[in-house]
């Protein structure tokens, strides 16, 4: 059992310093600071990262190595797409949540690093998620004739409360939200229809800014080199899904390309452009999720709750975590297992 979580808090050195917030600021606040990464691995109960173990290596040398069986990790862990590092995770011995994977669901909002991370970001906006709808809010402040679109018809309320016009296309989207909140993959005929309806919006659009990202898929493309063909000299396209391939067939991740006499921005980790404000949204969120799990000094792994329930991951051994095992080739945990095995 885990006792004393709200007493120690230990800091890597240097961990703020990319943030503008040196070691001195978290010592004034009572915490420790850790010489060395292995240091700070061996004194934790709960390790609470950014980004999973792979992405926060040292010299290419993977922090899976120094996790001992019984913590708890939290952090974004993108398991639907590092499938196999999730595996991994389970055979080191830790409980381990992946806060992307938090249910959309009203009491989780405080815990939803998706959320306050894509804000950070900020005219035609493809995409009505969390980042499409901050740009459409952005643009329209700044008295920009703004245009929404999404797939799922359920957000058209959305769209239009921040002063956009909704995109309505012909199309059959009655599966394209999936469970939680998140789109939903739709088949290639979807996307190619789609594609045709949404050319004539995208060539009388100066910008356009494209949000569309689908968990545990590559970014569904949605502008084809022959819509940038057709846009107007000087346009602009900022695709906010290069993290995951890209909404624009011309985009290059992480790179601003021109074609056509268009620029097309493939901007990657955009929260880390900002890092002090991403810092401090994403330790909201971490905290909002350590009070959810920990009752009275103690890990409490509720698996009546949906938010323990859908983002736990790894726990004694065993990736416990059904969308996961079903893309390991596993089967799937029945209720009863996944009680006994928060239990044991």
Do not use: W
Request: proline share 4%; glycine share 8%.
């Amino acid at each position: 059992m885990l006792s004393r979580i709200q007493v120690d808090t230990v800091v890597q050195a240097g961990a703020g310093k990319e943030a503008g917030l040196p070691d001195q600021l978290y010592t004034e606040q009572n915490a420790q600071i850790a010489k060395s990464r292995e240091e700070l691995f061996d004194s934790a109960d709960i390790v609470m990262q950014v980004h999973g173990p792979g992405a926060n290596a040292e010299a290419g040398k993977s922090d899976v190595a120094l996790l001992k069986p019984g913590q708890v990790l939290i952090a974004l862990l993108d398991p639907l797409n590092a499938v196999e590092s999730t595996r991994e995770l389970a055979e080191t011995g830790v409980t381990a949540f992946a806060q992307e994977m938090v249910p959309r669901i009203s009491r989780a909002q405080s815990m939803d690093a998706l959320t306050s991370q894509a804000t950070i970001v900020g005219v035609f906006v493809v995409g009505a998620g969390v980042a499409g709808l901050q740009a459409i809010a952005t643009a329209h402040r700044l008295g920009a004739v703004v245009q929404g679109y999404d797939i799922r018809p359920a957000v058209k309320d959305q769209v239009e409360s921040l002063g956009a016009k909704f995109v309505q296309l012909e199309l059959d989207t009655g599966e394209a939200e999936a469970t939680g909140g998140y789109a939903q993959a739709m088949g290639e005929e979807f996307y190619k229809r789609q594609r045709e309806l949404l050319s004539n919006v995208v060539a009388d659009s100066d910008v356009v800014i494209t949000t569309a990202a689908v968990p545990g898929r590559k970014a569904p493309i949605l502008i084809t080199e022959e819509m940038v063909k057709a846009m107007n000299p000087g346009s602009v396209i900022v695709d906010v899904a290069a993290e995951g391939g890209g909404n624009c067939e011309l985009t290059k991740p992480a790179e601003t390309v021109e074609q056509y006499n268009v620029t097309i921005m493939g901007p990657t980790n955009l929260a880390s452009s900002i890092p002090l404000h991403a810092s401090q949204m994403y330790a909201r969120n971490q905290l909002s999720f350590l009070r959810n799990i920990v009752k009275d000094g103690d890990l409490n792994l509720d698996m009546s709750d949906q938010i323990t329930r859908d983002s736990l991951l790894t726990h004694n051994g065993e990736v416990v975590n059904n969308r996961v095992r079903e893309m390991l080739g596993m089967s799937p945990l029945d209720d009863e297992a996944m009680k006994e095995g928060s239990e044991s």
